[in-house]
Each structure stands twice: as C-alpha cells, then as structure tokens.
C-alpha cells in the first residue's frame, strides 16, 4: 500500500466549475501538507500549505486537510483553462532532520474545457 | 528575487556516460532536496543535504548515484555510467531549513539516455 494515493484522473470539467481534488493516506505521523501544481514539462508550484487540521483559504482554492479520516481536499472555485495542469498532493511528519523529505501522490491531471 | 535554479534544463546522454545536474538553491536557503519524476509517476525523494553534509540519502539508487552540496556552489547529482531506465525528470527544491518550512521548486532537468 502506497504511503499517498491519489487519483490519477484525468479529471474534466466545464469552465466555471467547482473542482474537487483528493489525497488520502496512511501515515499517521504526517503534520504537513502541501498541494503543488506542475504545468507540462516545468516545475511543481506550491499553491498551498497547510499544517495538521482545517481549512485554508487563498483566493479560489480551499485546502482541508481532515487527519481523523486522513484525508487531505483541494477545491478550486471557478475554474479556469489557465487551471489545467496536473495537482499534486505532498505531506510530512515532524521531527526536523530527515521528516524534511515530502511524500507526493502521483498527482490528478486536470482539464478545463472552455 | 531568483528561484531555484537548475541546469542544464536538458540533457542526452548515451549509456554508460555520466551525467552532472547541477542546483542552485533560493537566496537564504540552506537545505536542498533532489526528487525524480518518472514518467505517469509522482515525484520521489531522493536526496537531502545542508551545506557539506548529507541528511538523508534514503531514495538515492545504492550505485551509480551521489549527490553533494558543498560550502561554495552549487549542489550536484552525479548519475555515472547511465542506463536507459535515467532518464527522468530531476527536480531540485530548496527551504530555509528547519520544521516547518516550505519547499520551493525549480524547473527540473529532463534526463534523456539513448
């Protein structure tokens, strides 16, 4: 069993949409979690950052993170074309040291179709 | 205010040549992490290192594979005597260091054997 798993998708939607991503996962000693979004071919973005439970909001994206459950949502409201791009999700524990290293999902690919 | 910033962005190697990634963190960032992105894969830890030191090597491949970030410079993975199964995205990422911290991204280097 994968430490992270996410839907790989593709996921599309109409312009203007509410787009629902998700992350589950199984260990319990994750603090910190992060959604990064990565156009073709560039670098992952970090588009939110959250520490242990509740809700973040950024504009038109709200981040949750539900640890009971250990589960992690990304929405995206309003959805754009300039939002399709694959969504990763990415967590980890504390301690310092080597609890530095993030465990990504393999990402949801997103369309917006216009 | 410059990211982090990775080079060459491409390179072809033939098998059993080396290839030299090279990273340069964000201003003020002390910590450097190397990930690889496999094709329809996620990204996976590979590497994290302080300046002259190696904190965790837990996904670096046993052979072939090392990785420095020495007091002056930039942070280098070293892939010697490539095989096809290199090629790969090699993504560099940065933070200031300690618990907490957001982990930047730069724009990868796109690995390809023939």
């Known amino acids: 069993q994968k430490e992270v798993e996410q839907d790989p998708g593709p996921l599309s939607v109409p312009e203007g949409a509410i787009v629902s991503l998700n992350c589950t996962y199984s260990n319990s000693a994750f603090q910190y979690f992060m959604w990064y979004r990565q156009y073709s071919r560039k670098g992952p973005e970090l588009l939110m950052y959250?520490?242990?439970?509740g809700n973040k909001e950024d504009g038109r994206f709200t981040a949750q993170v539900d640890k009971s459950s250990k589960y992690i949502s990304l929405f995206i409201r309003d959805s754009q074309p300039s939002d399709s791009a694959t969504y990763l999700c990415a967590m980890r524990g504390t301690g310092g040291g080597a609890t530095n290293k993030l465990i990504f999902g393999t990402g949801t690919l997103l369309a917006v179709q216009p | 205010n410059a990211g982090v910033m990775q080079n060459p962005r491409h390179l072809v190697r033939r098998r059993g040549q080396e290839a030299r990634l090279r990273c340069s963190p964000m201003k003020g960032h002390s910590h450097v992490y190397w990930y690889r992105q496999l094709p329809e894969e996620g990204l996976k830890f590979m590497v994290y290192l302080q300046k002259e030191n190696i904190i965790d090597e837990s996904g670096m491949p046993k052979e072939r594979f090392s990785a420095e970030f020495p007091k002056e410079g930039p942070s280098i993975l070293r892939i010697q005597q490539v095989v096809r199964g290199d090629s790969a995205a090699y993504f560099c990422?940065?933070?200031?260091?300690?618990?907490?911290?957001?982990?930047?991204f730069g724009e990868g280097s796109w690995l390809t054997v023939v």
């Open positions: 959250t520490y242990s439970s």
């Open positions: 990422a940065s933070s200031p260091g300690g618990q907490g911290n957001t982990i930047y």
